[in-house]
């Protein structure tokens, strides 16, 4: 399928978007959440003219939130092929029912705020190479 054409498609599906993904859309949208922008139905080529829609996503952490129906039941073959083509990309992936994102947001929103904070083990690590690296640059120079 050409770009136009996926284009379209996910234009498509952002206007008839289901409960779940409106509900969630309210809660994420114009960076309500942790300060993360959040897209929705954006489209990820994985070939050259083969392309994904993630349901939603976040740039900044490569990560995709897929909102499963009834539909997800009948292709788990076909989203697990396809997961595994997106974590081979370097991408996370989160899924949640379209039941919990209804039901059960508290549990939805605090599963996000783990995945989309960030990890201040790794902040330090870097924080500590960069002072490090830093102090090698100062002792050439001297």
């Known amino acids: 399928m050409n ?23 309210a809660k994420k ?18 070939e050259s003219r083969s392309y994904f829609i993630a349901d939603f ?10 909102l499963d129906g009834n539909i997800h039941k ?29 039901k059960n947001w508290d549990k939805v929103s605090d599963r996000l705020e783990k995945e989309l904070s960030p990890n201040p083990s790794l902040e330090r690590e870097g924080k500590k190479f960069l002072q490090n690296f830093r102090g090698e640059l100062t002792a050439e120079n001297d």
């Open 3 to 25: 770009y136009s054409k996926i284009k379209a498609f996910a234009r498509e599906l952002r206007k008839n978007q289901t409960e779940a993904e409106a509900y969630f859309w």
């Open 57 to 66: 996503f976040c740039f900044e952490k490569k990560l995709i939130i897929e």
């Open 74 to 102: 009948l292709q788990v073959q076909y989203d697990r092929i396809r997961e595994d083509i997106l974590k081979s990309m370097g991408y996370s992936i989160v899924r949640f029912s379209n039941e919990d994102v209804l």
């Open 29 to 46: 949208r114009n960076r309500k959440f942790l300060n993360c922008k959040i897209n929705r139905q954006y489209i990820i080529e994985h």
